[in-house]
């Protein structure tokens, strides 16, 4: 036990010679003497120019403390780069033998950095000097030794592993922190000015952080600046061992301004519940993530892995309800003329997806638009990009978000002038606004990058006034061909089926439709499409279809194909045929008729024609509408691009119908009357068809022609007819007289014979 006790005696001696040589130095000792060395130590080592304006004070015991104040730091003879007022910190002697670090402080007080990056990127902070080089050549052999060292270190089993001393601050302030950064070679200039307090410092626990900091920025003349202020608080923990750190209740506020925002001023808030940060295994996870900024607020959660090497990472995605017409109303971009001004007014959207650098994949997606609802997944391959998507919805009015169609202006009629002075001149006539679309209809160029897949299942669709219950199709695009096939749509009672090929590879685009429709109700969907009452009926329909160009215009008048159309249990509305027939013949006739006595249309069983399209130009040979009381035949032109037809039928009504409509004979009902049909789509149907005159007039001119033959045919068989009667009496009566002839020749030859008789037996008497 005696020689612990010497060691004892040992110890506390050489505590005592310390104590006293600190007790010294505090003493008699005065740091401000060595500045001038440590100038030179600085600048000969470092090639570093300090400048050591105010005092420096230092303790020993129990704190190793350090304060300066008025420093300067500048490398080689660059001006000075770093400043600051003062910096002041202390650190405990006792707890340093046990391999804690315990400071009670450190800060830093109106800290000034000035970092320049010339035109050929380099920076004011890197040094150049030969020293620097071979320090660095130094450096790089040394940590090549101490690679190696380490490498050899840990193949040895009794090796003991670095261990991180603890470490305990109480307070870290940097106060009026101000760094001004100028980059010559991207223009621009930054200013920032920071505060930053940490309290409570240790491994493995949380601690206070609280940060804020404005930044200017602008280019190197001071133009076009964008001034951003933001504040964080949040706690923060960092783990040594596991090296990695979390901060929790982190809330950051930002606001931004300047005149080249699309909005000024922009405040946003972005707060996280907990954020870990795992650095050997490069993973970051965000939970209870929001941000809010100009009206939206997002909720997230977000989880990354090996974000350094290969990153993967996967999120929810929740944005609450928000006004999209405000948002693009506060970042200043235009809004799109619609027809409905409470339309884009409610939107939200929850995503979840995951990806890596190769694709993204987000499934479900739900989006709610106003009233439409939308459910999506998507699959998109980044290299190259292609993407399948499969879209289902409900609930789409289109022509809410589409213009008010502008309605044709009638063109002014000129006025002649007042005198011949022109005081008064005539207005000019305004032009004809088309009512067609002249702009382009497909977007050629995202077509043409277009490459994926797309599946859509859509009910209750609006556009163009059409109205579907529900739509699918299944659609290929690959580099300006785009495939729906098929295309399956529900609509006004019936279906329609086809398949569709769009062509943008060229110069002008193709469309090629091979349409099939099933027990459509024409009448509706014209009046719905195109404002067209005409026609009324259950509508089939099959054939093929192309056109070029990318107007209305240019498609209407490149439509080529065949049709085959049938339309059964419909009527011509707002046409009579019957009516028509008779405003005919009473015209001939020089005669009215009582309009009271007709419908307004004219209902038929069926109607059936092929269709040939040429540029537009529809025509229909082989037309014939069936009905109880009607047969139509007729063959015309229907011109799409001008909205118009020329048309002629041949209407035949049954006898009883027509006889009491038109108080005709009978052989006028057995005619075909021409019925003539031309104008333009928006004419008035009533007016649109009206009776061929000469053409009745040409009927009834053979009518007479005809019955005029029929009555010298009826007389010529008369005459014959008596003729014949003369004829067969007179051949009686020669028959009658050659009887009596021959009767009394046969009796006169029996008389002889008998007398001649008598005569032989008076010889025959007399002989004997």
């Known amino acids: 036990m005696v020689w612990i006790k010497r060691l004892s005696l040992l110890v506390v001696g050489l505590l005592a010679i310390i104590a006293l040589l600190l007790a010294y130095v505090m003493l008699f000792v005065n740091p401000n003497d060595f500045k001038d060395e440590l100038k030179s130590v600085a600048l000969e080592k470092a090639n570093v120019s300090l400048r050591l304006d105010g005092d420096i004070s230092w303790s020993f015991f129990p704190w190793l403390g350090l304060e300066l104040e008025n420093i300067g730091v500048a490398l080689g003879d660059d001006p000075e780069i770093v400043q600051f007022d003062r910096a002041e910190f202390g650190v405990a002697i006792l707890p340093l033998l046990e391999r804690k670090i315990q400071v009670n402080k450190v800060n830093l007080v109106n800290l000034k950095a000035s970092l320049n990056k010339d035109v050929n990127g380099q920076g004011n902070w890197q040094l150049e000097s030969a020293a620097a080089g071979a320090a660095n050549s130094d450096s790089s052999s040394r940590s090549a030794t101490q690679a190696s060292t380490n490498a050899v270190t840990q193949t040895d089993g009794n090796s003991t592993p670095f261990k991180i001393p603890d470490v305990q601050l109480d307070e870290l302030r940097i106060e009026n922190a101000q760094v001004l950064y100028r980059d010559e070679q991207t223009k621009q200039l930054i200013n920032a000015v920071l505060n930053v307090q940490l309290n409570d410092v240790q491994w493995d626990k949380a601690w206070p952080m609280v940060m804020d900091i404005a930044v200017t920025q602008s280019d190197l003349q001071g133009q076009s600046p964008i001034k951003a202020k933001a504040t964080l608080n949040a706690n923060l923990t960092v783990f040594p061992e596991r090296e990695s750190l979390t901060l929790d209740s982190l809330v950051l506020s930002a606001e931004v301004e300047g005149d080249n925002l699309p909005a000024s001023p922009m405040s946003a808030k972005l707060s996280a519940v907990n954020l870990d940060i795992d650095l050997p295994q490069e993973n970051v996870l965000a939970e209870g993530v929001a941000l809010s900024v100009l009206g939206v607020n997002v909720d997230a959660k977000v989880q990354a ?247 209305i215009d240019s498609l209407m008048s490149s439509l080529q194909g065949d049709l085959l159309i049938d339309i059964k249990n419909g009527a011509l509305v707002g046409t009579n045929l019957t009516k028509t027939v008779c405003e005919g013949i009473a015209t001939i006739r020089k005669d009215k008729i009582d309009e009271q006595k007709f419908g307004p249309d004219t209902p038929f069983e069926t109607m059936r024609f092929p269709a040939r399209i040429m540029n537009g130009q529809v025509s229909t040979p082989g037309l014939k509408i069936s009905s109880a009381g009607v047969q139509v035949t007729g063959n015309g032109i229907v011109s799409l691009p001008d909205s118009s037809l020329d048309y002629q039928a041949n209407v035949a009504i049954a006898g009883s119908t027509l006889d009491q409509a038109c108080q005709v004979n009978e052989k006028v009902t057995q005619l075909a009357f021409p019925i003539v049909c031309k104008g333009e789509f928006s004419d008035d149907p009533a007016g649109l068809c009206r009776p061929d005159i000469k053409g009745f007039g040409q009927l009834f001119a053979d009518l007479a022609k005809a019955e005029l033959a029929e009555k010298a045919a009826e007389e010529k068989a008369r005459l014959q007819e008596k003729v014949d009667a003369e004829k067969a009496r007179l051949k009686s009566k020669v028959e009658e007289e050659k009887a009596r002839l021959k009767a009394e020749f046969d009796e006169k030859r029996q008389a002889e014979e008998e007398r001649a008789k008598e005569k032989l037996k008076e010889k025959l008497k007399s002989l004997f």
Request: glycine share 6%; no cysteine; proline share 8%.
């Open 305 to 551: 892995y090996q974000v350094l090497s290969d990153p993967q990472f996967s999120a929810v995605l929740s944005v609450g309800e928000f006004n999209p017409r405000y948002l693009m109303t506060r970042l200043n971009l235009p809004l799109p003329e619609m027809s409905d001004d409470s339309a884009l007014t409610k939107a939200r959207a929850d995503i979840i997806f995951e990806g890596s650098l190769d694709s993204i994949t987000a499934q479900p997606i739900s989006i709610m638009l106003d009233d439409t609802k939308i459910e999506a997944n998507a699959v998109v391959a980044l290299s190259p990009l292609r993407w399948d998507v499969s879209v289902a919805g409900a609930n789409l009015n289109l022509d809410r978000y589409l213009p008010v169609p502008v309605e044709p202006v009638e063109p002014v009629e000129p006025v002649e002038p007042a005198d011949d002075q022109g005081q008064e001149k005539p207005p000019e006539v305004a032009a004809d606004v088309s009512s067609k679309d002249d702009s382009d209809l497909l977007p050629v160029e995202l077509l043409r990058s277009l490459n994926g897949h797309v599946g859509l299942v859509f009910e209750n669709i609006t556009v163009k006034n059409l109205k579907i219950d529900k739509i699918e199709l299944d659609s290929t695009q690959a580099n300006g061909f785009i495939k729906v096939s098929p295309l399956h749509a529900s609509l006004y009672k019936g279906n329609v089926s086809s398949t569709m090929n769009v062509d943008v590879r060229g110069r002008v685009p193709s469309i090629d439709i091979v349409p099939s429709i099933d027990g459509v109700q024409i009448q509706p969907l014209l009046v719905d499409f195109m404002d067209m009452d005409k026609i009324a009926g259950a509508t089939y329909l099959t054939g093929e279809l192309s056109a070029k160009g990318n107007r």
